[in-house]
Every structure is written in structure tokens, then in C-alpha cells.
């Protein structure tokens, strides 16, 4: 299992439950202490985050903010750096998906999922590059999405959002290189979450992803630890403005 090496505190977005979760438990697990962050709504499960990852012997801190919104996000930043001492890696995995199509998309909806998946992931960004760049030192994991590559029907705004998070992370990897900074995505598959349960009510549609996955299975949180904790070790230390699908086998590219 790839352990924490010289990156020792992660901290993830959107962690309450999910992918995030899974993602918040699993570098615990791998030797990171964890900042873990959520919307306000969620402070309870994020709390019952936080006590499991300290029953294993790490760290953990709690921060609430939007990730859509500047003013929090970079209040977030400067509490987990104060409260964890530095920050090694972070995992930009909040994110939201909100069905409809093109031709009735209201644009307050595009704007939403724009806001939180796209922006979100600047946002957090920018807000912790100066310490990473102090440092010599950050890894970068954005979670896109197949969904960015290939995309379903009724999903445009949210393909457009994920698209947009992988364009980023490729210039992105190449304004940091030099910085020590490496800046990569891994975009899951078909995960059996509450978003990913979106596409995945109707019996049909779900037996359709299970036959069109070459691992014949949908996926569960956990699936997407390991390559996030491979780009988030120095396991990656030479990987960088990469995209990794982890999906089971469903976009060959
Ligand atoms: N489940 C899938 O099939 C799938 C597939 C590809 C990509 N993804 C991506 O993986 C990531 C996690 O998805 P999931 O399936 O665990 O979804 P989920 O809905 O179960 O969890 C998303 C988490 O993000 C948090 N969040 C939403 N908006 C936020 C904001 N503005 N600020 C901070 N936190 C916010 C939510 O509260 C929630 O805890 C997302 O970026 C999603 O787009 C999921």
C-alpha cells in the first residue's frame, strides 16, 4: 500500500461522505493526517469523520466552507494551515451534478455546477499555492470525471465543469512544475454514491453501465482511493498535468 512519504497532511473537499469520504479515510489509513472539508449542512457527518480518522492515530480537523465561494475558501486555507502546520497535498473532490437538457438548462443550474465543480477547484487552488510555493513542495489531485471525456445525455453543464477542471490541471501542472508542485486528475467511473446513484435508479440504465464496464461492476468509493493516493505521494513525484480514468474500464484513452 503507498504510504505517506515526504506529503503528510492532505486536505480534502467535500469529504463528508462519498468519494470524499472514502478518499479523507483512506490517506489516514495510508499515513496522512487529514483537513477535511465540507458545506455547513454536513458538519455532522464530518464530525464522525473526524473521530474515525483519529481512532486510527492521525490527525484530523474539521473546516466547513463553499468551496464556490472566495471570502471561505480563503478563510478555510489559512485555518488548515495554522491548525495542521503546513499542507502537503489536497484533493479537490467537492462537487455537485444537477441533470437536465441543453435545451431547458436553466442558467442559474449551469452557473451552480460551473461555480462548484470549476471554480471551486481554482478557488482552493489559488488559495493554497503561496504555501505550496513557500514550500517547494504540493501535490494537487482533481477529481474529474469521465463524465468530462464522454459524458451521458442530460449531464452537458456538468461534462462542460469537468472539462474544464482537466484543461486547468494541464497548464496548471505546467505554471507549478518548477515549484516542486505536481497537479494531476483522476476521473472515476460509475461509483455508487448518492451523485452516482443520479445514473443509476433505473434498473436498466444501471444493468446498461454494469455490461458496458469491462470489470462488470460499478464502483464503489473506495476504488478511487488508490490512485488518488498514488498521485498524492511521492509515488508521482515524476506524474504530473495527468489524467487517470477509474472506471472499471469504460473510456479507453
Ligand atoms: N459518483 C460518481 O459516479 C462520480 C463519477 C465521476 C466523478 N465523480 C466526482 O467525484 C466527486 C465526489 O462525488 P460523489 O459521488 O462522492 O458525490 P456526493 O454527492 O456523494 O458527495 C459530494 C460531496 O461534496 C460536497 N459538496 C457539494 N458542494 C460543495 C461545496 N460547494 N463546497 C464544499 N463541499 C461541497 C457535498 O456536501 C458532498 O459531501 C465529485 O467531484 C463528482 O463530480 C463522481
Not at 486547468?168 to 515549484?179: I, K, S, W, Y
Request: hydrophobic share 45%; aromatic share 4%; with cysteine.
Amino acid at each position: 500500500m503507498i504510504q505517506a512519504t515526504t506529503a503528510r497532511t492532505v486536505l480534502v473537499t467535500g469529504a463528508s461522505r462519498g468519494i470524499g469520504r472514502a478518499i479523507a479515510l483512506g490517506l489516514a489509513q495510508r499515513g496522512f493526517d487529514v483537513v477535511a472539508n465540507d458545506i455547513e449542512r454536513q458538519s455532522a457527518h464530518l464530525d464522525g469523520l473526524v473521530s474515525e480518522i483519529e481512532g486510527l492515530g492521525r490527525r484530523a480537523f474539521a473546516l466547513h466552507a463553499d468551496v464556490s465561494d472566495k471570502a471561505q475558501v480563503t478563510a478555510m486555507a489559512a485555518a488548515a494551515i495554522e491548525r495542521a502546520g503546513a499542507i502537503d497535498a489536497v484533493v479537490n473532490n467537492a462537487g455537485i451534478l444537477i441533470t437536465s437538457p441543453v435545451e431547458t438548462l436553466d442558467d442559474g443550474i449551469w452557473d451552480a455546477v460551473m461555480d462548484v465543480n470549476a471554480k471551486g477547484t481554482f478557488l482552493v487552488i489559488q488559495a493554497l499555492l503561496p504555501h505550496m510555493r513557500a514550500r517547494g513542495y504540493g501535490r494537487i489531485v482533481n477529481i474529474a470525471s469521465i463524465g468530462g471525456k464522454q459524458g451521458a445525455p442530460e449531464q452537458a453543464h456538468y461534462s462542460a465543469s469537468k472539462a474544464a477542471v482537466m484543461g486547468f490541471t494541464r497548464v496548471l501542472a505546467q505554471e507549478v512544475g518548477a515549484l516542486g508542485i505536481t497537479a494531476n486528475c483522476v476521473c472515476p467511473g460509475i461509483i455508487l454514491t448518492d451523485m452516482g446513484r443520479t445514473n443509476l435508479e433505473d434498473p436498466a440504465v444501471k444493468a446498461k453501465w454494469t455490461a458496458n464496464t469491462a470489470m462488470r461492476r460499478i464502483g464503489a468509493p473506495e476504488d478511487v482511493v488508490g490512485p488518488v493516493a498514488f498521485f498524492a505521494s511521492d509515488e508521482s513525484a515524476f506524474v504530473t498535468g495527468q489524467t487517470l480514468n477509474v472506471d472499471g474500464g469504460i473510456v479507453f484513452d
